[in-house]
């Protein structure tokens, strides 16, 4: 079976640098066109799917639309589900990185951004209510990867591996932290090694699925 993962495309809010968390931007232009290329590749790579999951957040939505439109696919089922969230960032949600590294520093940045089991800062800020989601979203703790992962892993036990054992090709469009935590969890990527692990925009990453869902094999669609 094959599962691709797919980052979503360039959010607004990617573009103005900003920490984003569970904010709800739409994809910026560059966003559209990578969410397209991600599915022109898959595409020129022959794939085809059965199953899509993505998040409730709408660059993740807009971004598994892109791709099944240039697949021909859009009449796929699609699961929704905040599991897939990206991971919330507390108190640096709405934040501009740059600033915040000036404030903070760039070391201290790096460990609440990348570290497996460090949670940001706790805090409610004034940012732009156009894309915040919910109303108690404001007051909702940060979460490190490890607790991302305390919640996609149920979704991948009930939801996403089910469909693998049925046979099913899958497609799962989130983020880069929801899906860096399934990526540790299937690569047995260790908690000092997920810090540098990166997953690039729009870029699709292929993986081969066998019956016990191991990985047999892994393969990253580079951008032109």
């Not at 904010?23 to 232009?29: G, I, N």
């Not at 790579?45 to 939505?61: P, Y």
């Not at 009930?158 to 989130?174: C, E, Q, S, Y």
């Amino acid at each position: 079976m094959k599962l691709v993962f797919v980052r979503h495309g360039q959010s607004e809010l990617n573009l103005a640098n900003v920490f984003t968390g569970w904010m709800d931007p739409k994809l910026s232009e560059k966003g559209i066109e990578e969410a397209k290329n991600a599915g022109r590749a898959l595409k020129e790579a022959g794939l085809e799917f059965d199953q899509v999951h993505t998040s409730v957040l709408t660059r993740a939505v807009e971004t598994a639309f892109y791709v099944l439109d240039e697949l021909g696919e859009l009449y796929l089922p699609i699961e929704k589900s905040w599991r897939l969230n990206e991971r919330h960032y507390g108190g640096l949600q709405g934040l501009n990185k740059k600033e915040t590294a000036e404030k903070h520093g760039d070391e201290q940045v790096h460990i609440w951004r990348r570290s497996y089991d460090v949670r940001p800062p706790r805090g409610e800020n004034d940012f732009d209510r156009r894309y915040q989601l919910l109303d108690t979203e404001r007051l909702l703790p940060g979460e490190s990867l490890k607790d991302t992962l305390g919640r996609t892993l149920p979704y991948w036990e009930d939801h996403i591996a089910p469909d693998l054992k049925a046979g099913k090709n899958v497609l799962v469009v989130a983020h880069g932290n929801s899906l860096r935590s399934l990526t540790k969890y299937l690569e047995k990527i260790s908690d000092e090694e997920i810090p540098n692990h990166e997953l690039a925009t729009g870029e699709p990453i292929v993986y081969d699925i066998d019956e016990n869902l191991n990985v047999v094999s892994k393969e990253v669609l580079k951008k032109a």
